[in-house]
């Protein structure tokens, strides 16, 4: 099994629909939660980052963490043409340790 | 402030032939970490620098792989001899002190090698 799993899609919603993105995961040590946005031929860049449980929102994206379930989503509310990308999930347990990350999922969002 | 910036983008080399990859990390990090995407799969850690010192360089392939950052600036990865496997974007990140900003890890741009 491995590590982190993450649906890789594709996702193609239309402009203004709600996006869902979700990773399991099976290390229970794992603490720090990330999202990564990477544009094509780009490198990943932080989106949201959460530490252990809980919810953190930003503009129009929302990360959950329910540790409980070994699962974590990002949300991203009223999506755009310019939200297409690959999202990737990434977690570590401890501060400075490496991050282990989803395969990503690739989301399109049409206009 | 600029970014993560990685040297070449793109190398196209021969089986056999030997690359080196450069990595210049934001200014203070004193994290440095080397990670690999091969077609297909996800990307996964390569090793990691605490200034000039191997925190951890569990995620190296093999012996063909070669990272040094002197003085705890800039690093390289050198791949000698390449083979057709080491293909794929190899992505550089940097970070702050950790008891810090340690946990908010900056990519580069990636070093896309194609070894044919």
């Known amino acids: 099994q491995k590590e982190v799993e993450q649906d890789p899609g594709p996702l193609s919603v239309p402009e203004g629909a709600i996006v869902s993105l979700n990773c399991t995961y099976s290390?229970?040590?794992?603490?720090?939660f990330m999202w990564y946005r990477q544009y094509s031929r780009k490198g990943p860049e932080l989106l949201m980052y959460?530490?252990?449980?809980g919810n953190k929102e930003d503009g129009r994206f929302t990360a959950q963490v329910d540790k409980s379930s070994k699962y974590i989503s990002l949300f991203i509310r009223d999506s755009q043409p310019s939200d297409s990308a690959t999202y990737l999930c990434?977690?570590?347990?401890?501060?400075?340790?490496?991050?282990?990350f989803g395969k990503g999922t690739t989301l399109s969002v049409s206009s | 402030e600029a970014g993560v910036t990685q040297f070449p983008s793109h190398s196209v080399i021969e089986k056999g032939q030997t690359v080196t990859l450069r990595c210049d990390p934001i200014?203070?990090?004193?994290?440095l970490y080397w990670y690999r995407r091969v077609m297909g799969k996800e990307i996964k850690f390569l090793l990691h620098?605490?200034?000039?010192?191997?925190?951890?360089e569990s995620g190296m392939p093999n012996n063909r792989f070669l990272a040094e950052r002197t003085g705890g600036t800039y690093s390289t990865l050198k791949v000698q001899p390449a083979e057709l496997e080491d293909s794929g974007v190899y992505f550089c990140?940097?970070?702050?002190?950790?008891?810090?900003?340690?946990?908010?890890?900056?990519f580069g741009e990636g070093s896309w090698l194609t070894v044919v």
């Open positions: 990140a940097s970070s702050g002190q950790l008891f810090n900003s340690g946990n908010t890890i900056y």
């Open positions: 290390n229970s040590a794992f603490q720090y």
């Open positions: 959460t530490y252990s449980s």
């Open positions: 990434a977690m570590k347990a401890q501060a400075g340790t490496a991050l282990i």
């Open positions: 200014s203070g990090h004193d994290n």
């Open positions: 620098f605490v200034k000039e010192s191997k925190q951890d």
